[in-house]
């Protein structure tokens, strides 16, 4: 399998009347063909605050041109609240190798 990312782009669910971007790339695939899984982790802001993300995808998920992979989790505490959120990544892959993944990753 080669190496691949996916990308993800929502929002989180409402807490103390707003909501949060997640958006980003996985990182490191973890596994083989239809049993792997990707990192992935970020930073998302909205107005005087951030909230920091990390985890897991969960195993993919066929789709009719190729597959996605379920994310969930929560933003890290701060300002005396939390942001849940779930959803799934896209389906379009992106084929790199861990140096050119690193570079992107840097760049966010």
Do not use: A, R, W
């Not at 103390?16 to 899984?37: A, E, Q």
């Not at 959120?85 to 840097?106: A, D, I, P």
Request: no cysteine.
């Amino acid at each position: 399998m080669q190496t691949h990312i996916h990308k993800y782009k929502f929002d989180s669910k409402e807490h103390n009347s707003h909501m949060h971007k997640i958006l980003g790339y996985t990182d490191y695939v973890i596994g083989v063909d239809s049993f792997h899984i990707h990192t992935f982790f970020g930073i998302s802001s909205y107005k005087s605050h951030t909230h920091y993300f990390s985890g897991f995808t969960g195993l993919p998920i066929k789709t009719k041109h190729g597959h996605i992979h379920k994310m969930e989790g929560k933003l890290e505490l701060n300002h005396m609240h939390e942001h849940v959120f779930h959803n799934f990544t896209e389906e379009e892959v992106g084929y790199t190798t861990h140096k050119l993944l690193n570079k992107l990753l840097s760049t966010l």
